[in-house]
């Protein structure tokens, strides 16, 4: 047993569990309840802290950083594996087979019986490394190239912005460096210059000997400038930086290489005729089925780890994906079903698995092959722990747990511990949303009109046409890779949308809802009419703040090789404001308090219109439990897309079109109902609403779907059906949906 007393990680009420070793045991609860303080930060952050332990502290600094959990005892761990739907990220060098280690495997095989056999080793069919990589490209398979263009509107003269790189504005810094040295006709528009003159202003060289000017010695040209400030930097890039890479720069394929990445004779090697960089583009389960064609006993061993990687990657939906993928592109539910495959060739046995919701962008029909990993990975002898919303993983799992019965401060309890049939009977939030009946979808509501996505052929999409009714919600369906995501980013470009994904909420590591939502200053004038004091003695991030520790509640110590230490702040106890500003009260409540309510009690005790204005939105959209004072920093996937939501309601103006990605991930089935209430608000507003779903519900009670399949990748792409819900038959969705 997995044995907890006294758990008391942000709401955990001094949770007591056992939990079985070596069984699949599914976390389930109202949204905010405190399933991930329980599995997360609890059980896996003391597992991930204890293994760290067993390092040297040199080692330990570099391992990820576990907080240690708030518990009187927890026993009974094994190293852990948390397999959560963070995108596997930014580096331009991992691909899906990198990162599942197919790609490993392949090089093996063409170092082995590649024809011609280059001899060496299988670092020679490595884009990562110089004996394999195309020199042309380093590996990546794409050169960036200058867009000079990019760079300048010739419309315009100089002072009136002609230059379009960042930083460019009159008087500043960058632009007087070329007026002042003024051989540039700085009042005309760049149009009516000489070819040399704009040739001097981008490159310099010999346009300014043409020119027979005497350029000072730090001149430079804009390209040497933008290649030295963006492009020969360190890798950790700004957001900023980013973008501006993104605007003045064109990637295109490599003219080497041709997208390969591999150097002249790597690409030349083949077997069965083919060259690996021809393998790199097939999908996952045709390239299954051309490799166990190899014979060569030599390699067999090779061959057949090789095809079983491949088939349990097609098992969990991923057969449409191609080897030279890059990880970067690909989606939450992706990223987090290639890091599954890469744990089930593992021959560790007695670990601790921890997934976050594993079914989010999974078709009904894909569902069940990943409840049939999760099982295998229970059979080899591990432990599997599952936050889940989907009734159909509860079902198989040998147990569900329940934490609850709400979100925030009124959850943080188990209210159920047993097999999934016992809790249909259960008096408990899940069990009475499982007894409901699903909905009848009421009559669908009357378009105002339609646009029309044109001949869509982004990614697998087959130049797909189709209209879209405006004013309503529709639900785009279909299986993982079919082009739902494909259609969704046609739709965005050929009409223009307010698109509202799960990423981070934009916003500094300071930033609650107090600061975003813009209540602060009300709150503090609150403060400061009871008071009689001026308003920015109740800000903790001016007059208000504690002295010693800045406002921050914390004093950091770096102890150079041991982990630094974060120590709350002796002098204010952690709660950040000086003692003058804590004195006063509002209703009761000091001013670091307030931080401590949740937005639903902040809008009961808190009585100020602006305040009520701010908030009253985040609770619509279910987030009533969080706390005023909690970061945004850690709010989930699902719970960030969710506070967008509550923006475009505030801020709701003339009718958009909206496109959300999945608004359901993260959702019990209990609040289903409180975003739908929001979407069709949204609706009723006159916006035209389109959600990628693939929860049930959600899709029964849309005015129109746009189901898209038949399969995955070159086997989709095309719409299957397009009308209103209830009259969809003959597709795998209308199968989900009980209408065939
Ligand atoms: P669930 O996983 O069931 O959705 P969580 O465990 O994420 O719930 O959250 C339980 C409660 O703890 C919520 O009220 C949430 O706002 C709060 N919470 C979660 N993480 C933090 C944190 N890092 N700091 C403060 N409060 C947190
Ligand atoms: P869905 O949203 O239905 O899961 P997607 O639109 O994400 O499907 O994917 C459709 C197809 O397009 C898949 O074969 C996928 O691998 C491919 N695809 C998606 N994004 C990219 C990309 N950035 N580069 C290459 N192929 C992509
Ligand atoms: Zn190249
Ligand atoms: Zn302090």
Known sequence: MIRIRGA?????????????????????????????????????????????????????????????????????????????QR????????????????????????SRIGDPHLGGESNRFSFNDPAGMCPTCSGLG??????????????????????????????????????????????????????????????????????????????????????????????????????????????????????????????????????????????????????????DAAVAPVVSALVERLRAMDAIGLGYLHLGRATTSLSGGESQRVKTVKHLGSSLIEMLYIFDEPTVGLHPQDVHAMIGLLERLRDKGNTVLVVEHDPAVMAVADQVVEIGPDG???????????????????????ALALAKPAPVGAAPREPFGAITIERAARNNLQEVTVDLPTGVLTVLTGVAGSGKSSLAAELVEQ????????????????????????????????FAKASGLPAKYFSANSEGACADCKGLGVVYTDLAFMDGQETVCETCGGLRFTAEALRHRVDGLTIAEV??????????????????KGLHHLDRVGLGYLRLGQPLSTLSGGECQRVKIARELREAAEPSLYVLDEPTTGLHLRDIDTLMAVLDQLVEGGHTVVVIEHHTEVIRRADWIVDLGPGAGRHGGRVLYEGRVADMRGTATARALGQD
């Open 87 to 110: 995108r596997l990220g930014g580096n331009a060098r991992s691909t899906v087979g990198t990162i599942t280690d197919t790609w490993t495997y392949l090089r093996l095989l063409y």
């Open 142 to 295: 794409e050169a960036v190239e200058i867009d000079t263009a990019s760079f300048l509107d010739l419309g315009r003269t100089l002072k009136e912005g002609a230059i379009l790189l960042p930083g460019f504005v009159d008087g500043g810094y960058w632009l007087t460096k070329y007026t002042d040295l003024g051989w540039f006709p700085a009042d005309e528009p760049l149009r009516s210059w000489t070819e040399d003159q704009r040739g001097a202003l981008l490159h310099g060289g010999a346009h300014l000997d043409r020119l027979g000017v005497e350029p000072p010695a730090d001149f430079e040209g804009l390209v040497a400038w933008f290649e030295r400030i963006y492009l020969h930097t360190s890798d950790n890039l700004s957001d900023r930086k980013r973008e501006a890479i993104e605007r003045f720069t064109r990637s295109g394929t490599c003219p080497e290489c041709g997208g390969d990445r591999l150097n002249a004779e790597a690409r030349a090697v083949t077997v069965l005729g083919r060259t690996i960089g021809e393998l790199a583009l097939m999908e996952v389960a045709e390239l299954a089925d051309l490799v166990a064609g190899v014979q």
């Open 495 to 526: 009409h223009g949308a307010i698109v509202v994904d799960q990423r981070a909420v934009a916003a500094n590591r300071r930033s609650t809802p107090i600061t975003y939502t813009g209540i602060a200053a009300p709150v503090r004038k609150l």
């Open 595 to 612: 931080g401590d309510l949740t937005i639903l009690e902040a809008l009961q005790r808190l009585a100020d219109p602006a305040i009520r």
């Open 8 to 84: 008391r990680s942000n709401n955990l009420k001094s949770v007591d569990l056992e939990v079985p070793r070596g069984s699949l045991t599914v976390f389930a609860g109202p949204s905010g309840s405190g399933k991930s303080s329980l599995v997360f930060d609890t059980i896996a952050a003391e597992a991930g802290h204890q293994v760290n332990e067993t390092y040297p502290p040199f080692l330990r600094n570099r391992l990820p950083k576990w907080t240690r959990p708030e518990a009187d005892e927890i026993s009974g761990l094994s190293p852990v594996v948390v397999i959560d």
């Open 408 to 430: 925030g401060a009124a959850g943080g309890r188990v209210v159920f511990q047993g097999r999934f049939d016992r809790l249909r009977g259960a008096d408990t939030p899940t």
